[in-house]
């Protein structure tokens, strides 16, 4: 089993490259956990809403592959239960615990071009000016950490062109198996 983590910044466009990529048929998405509020462009299925109590009693219980806490809310990846190819959409911080833990994967990191890009982004999806700073804020240690932890770095620029460059590091990185 391959285990692809995606990272980026929120805003960047990784939901929407991991959605690419799981309509090919060949990645299967893990559905991470999240006690945040549903926003008004989640999909029915973008995360396992829980509250704060529920998600700390699945922690407890080793139910995690990784988890973090992010601006006061928590996520977390369950662990994985198959054998075919995993697609993990989670920040550098999960993306570290899965190196911890051992478990052999192709980190990818997904960037908006520029900051003032991610923020225009960032507002246009809902979060608020406050929010959008905290998060272009947060971006700029993400990719510091990214680039510690050795993940590939992908500028999504162009959605079409990003999904591909995407696709190739996942096929070098099954025939390098």
Avoid: C
């Amino acid at each position: 089993m391959l285990v692809v983590v995606l990272s980026g910044p929120g805003g960047a466009g990784k939901g929407t490259v991991a959605r690419a990529l799981v309509a090919d048929g060949d990645l299967v998405l893990s559905r991470s956990w999240t006690t945040r509020a549903r926003r008004v462009d989640d999909a029915e299925d973008a995360y396992v809403f829980v509250t704060r109590a529920e998600f700390e009693d699945h922690r407890a219980t080793g139910g995690f592959l990784e988890w973090n806490e992010f601006l006061g809310e928590l996520y977390g990846t369950p662990v994985p239960d198959g054998d075919r190819d995993l697609l993990l959409e989670i920040d550098v911080a999960g993306g570290r615990q899965v190196l911890e833990h051992g478990l052999e994967a192709l980190h990818l990191f997904v960037d908006a071009p520029d900051d003032d890009e991610l923020r225009r982004r960032l507002l246009g999806r809902g979060d608020d000016p406050t929010r959008a700073d905290q998060r272009v804020a947060e971006a700029a240690r993400e990719r510091d950490e990214a680039a510690r932890l050795g993940y590939e770095m992908v500028v999504n620029d162009d959605l079409e062109d990003t999904v591909a460059a995407v696709r190739r590091l996942v096929e070098a990185a099954r025939s390098d198996r």
